[in-house]
């Protein structure tokens, strides 16, 4: 038998009293999963509403099916027997039972069999009065009668069974089903009417805290979306910035390199032919300093051209390699010494990686360049460079053990023409970072200070070559 509730609107003080504490309650969450376990907390609490078991069923997003949220109350009689012993001997109020919330078992037999209900409301004529005309029902024996849906009434066999529709102010969220089962304590209508009054005021808040989770979801969206806007900017920015800067670097270089490479080789005569020994000393210090702004020029004109990249396969060990013979070779051109304090240690077996060897081949050259400079005046200094490979990244490491950097200059080193030296361009490691991330990696530094050396790691992403084993 179904029989519907008319509503109340008159409460004596007693009921008024309790409406106010729970609806406290309902205010002092905005976690939607806490607000369902007060719900269901009140509707069984037997300080409040005194049903025996209680769930939440909600309408999904095409608002044609309910699904189970959330259930509280025993499954069989011995588990009612032992929870409502437990219940007497500890005598919590009301106000305990709806802070227990961090100690609810989800694990339970009935609120499990709650979630796996999932019907479609054309199935259950009575729950689609309830929930799209707001009614309130009380059932009998709704699964001898078949009332209900058939999961539904399965699951809740008490004698009675009560209905009331979880509202809100534009549309219907769903109902609250709950019973007397195990207890032999008839419903009465006034407890359902109870039942039903608080159930609006639930719903109403159930809303206004979904609401305030989207909005929450919006600002997080929008403040990422901030985020991304600004970072697009700085990088706009920094393009124009740095096509600025290329513009003009390539002018200059073009005009300065044919009389450079002129000086430097008059210079080069000099430091080597000359009869006097200070003028030998001047030329090879002129010769020295052509070197260094011939390495600025180089420098600037790859910088320059960052935006405009060579993608192909290459292997990093081959690279090191090269650019390390190379730079050998010079430093004993200039110095004299046929060895330099570089240890190259590569991983055997490393894969090609799709990127601009030309972009590589200097950052390489400049961190070792780097290393060197740190451990110019030290007579244990070393520099060396490591590689690795993991399942998605190549790594390249440059060691040294000299000056270090201090930790204000950590996060400047990779700024354009900044630089710690009284001689240098400022431009290496802004070229290297540059270059790195236009080939889709990263490079970090690692220093814990003056005078305890530093480490340069760059990451270039694995991406499979010819050479690349499955």
């Not at 029989?3 to 106010?20: A, C, M, N, Q, S």
């Not at 259950?124 to 309830?130: A, D």
């Amino acid at each position: 038998m179904v029989v519907p509730i008319r509503k109340e609107v008159f409460w004596t003080d007693d009921e008024v009293g309790l409406l106010y504490r729970l609806d406290e309650a309902l205010h002092s969450t905005r976690d939607i999963e806490h607000l369902f376990f007060i719900i269901l907390t009140a509707a069984t609490a037997g300080s409040a509403f005194s049903f025996p078991r209680a769930a939440l069923l909600l309408l999904d997003e095409s608002r044609s099916r309910l699904r189970g949220v959330l259930g509280i109350g025993p499954n069989s009689q011995a588990e009612a027997s032992r929870i409502w012993s437990e219940l007497d001997g500890a005598k919590p109020g009301l106000h305990n039972l709806l802070a227990n919330y961090e100690h609810f078992d989800r694990n339970g037999e009935f609120n499990r069999a709650v979630l796996a209900l999932d019907f479609n409301l054309s199935d259950c004529p009575v729950c689609g009065q309830v929930v799209r005309s707001a009614e309130v029902f009380m059932l009998t024996r709704p699964l001898e009668t078949g009332a209900l849906h058939p999961e539904l009434a399965a699951l809740f066999s008490g004698p009675q069974v009560v209905l009331t529709p979880i509202p809100d102010q534009t549309a219907p969220l769903g109902m609250l089903a709950a019973d007397n089962a195990f207890s032999g304590r008839p419903v009465s209508e006034r407890q359902v009417q109870l039942l039903a009054f608080f159930s609006e005021r639930a719903g109403m808040i159930l809303e206004m805290v979904r609401i305030n989770q989207e909005l929450n979801q919006k600002l997080k969206e929008l403040n990422q979306a901030y985020h991304e806007l600004y970072e697009t900017k700085n990088n706009l920015t920094r393009s124009a910035h740095l096509a600025s800067i290329g513009r003009s670097i390539s002018y200059v270089s073009h005009e300065i390199r044919e009389p450079l490479a002129v000086i430097g080789g008059l210079a080069r005569i000099i430091s080597r032919a000359s009869s006097d020994p200070e003028s030998r000393e001047q030329g090879l210090q002129i010769y020295q300093k052509c070197l260094e702004l011939s390495r600025f020029v180089d420098n600037s004109l790859v910088y320059a051209r960052l935006g405009r990249s060579e993608i192909t396969a290459c292997r990093v060990n081959d690279l090191i390699t090269e650019v390390s013979e190379d730079l050998f070779r010079k430093l004993a051109e200039e110095t004299g010494r046929k060895t330099a304090p570089v240890t190259i240690s590569l991983k055997p077996g490393l894969p090609e990686i799709m990127a601009d060897p030309e972009q590589l081949r200097h950052v390489f050259l400049n961190l070792i360049e780097n290393g060197l400079f740190s451990i110019r005046d030290l007579s244990e200094g070393r520099v060396r460079v490591t590689t690795d490979f993991t399942r998605e990244s190549i790594i390249v490491a440059v060691d040294d053990n000299g000056h270090g950097i201090a930790a204000g200059d950590l996060d400047k080193i990779f700024e354009p023409f900044y630089t710690t030296r009284l001689t240098g361009s400022g431009l290496g490691l802004a070229f290297a970072r540059e270059a790195v991330e236009n080939n889709g990696g990263t490079i970090r530094v690692e220093s814990r200070g003056p005078e305890e050396g530093a480490r340069f790691v760059v990451t270039l992403p694995r991406k499979r070559g010819r050479g690349d084993q499955p």
